[in-house]
């Protein structure tokens, strides 16, 4: 059983920062891409950062410049830090990961649980 867990949400100012984390446990043999994407009520769900196993970013245009996406290969741990944050970013955030449980299952995508940033003074 795969599972991800994100921790580092809260309550921050406008211009304020936070780091989230998720980490990726169970039966797992090889993660690709890891990545955050974020929903608000009533919206589907956006991406905003991605990282590959080699270290390759993509970032959603608003977010690029303020955010920044990192990973601990040997933790299965991804973290997006999030610098001079807007009201626009309140939303709740989640964690993707594209990974194979078994070197013989097929690759699919794994989701948390979600954590709320909220950006308001």
Do not use: H
């Amino acid at each position: 059983q795969v599972q991800l867990v994100e921790s580092g949400g809260g309550l921050v100012q406008p211009g304020g920062s936070l780091r989230l984390s998720c980490a990726a446990s169970g039966s797992i043999s090889s993660i690709n891409t890891m990545g955050w994407y974020r929903q608000v009520p009533g919206k589907q769900r956006e991406l905003v950062a991605t990282i590959t196993s080699d270290g390759s970013t993509n970032y959603a245009a608003s977010v690029k410049g303020r955010f920044t996406i990192s990973r601990d290969n040997a933790k299965n741990t991804v973290f997006l830090q999030m610098n001079s944050l807007k009201p626009e970013d309140t939303a709740v955030y989640y964690c993707n990961a594209d990974l194979r449980p078994t070197w013989s299952s097929p690759r699919r995508d794994y989701w948390g649980q979600g954590t709320q940033v909220t950006v308001s003074s």
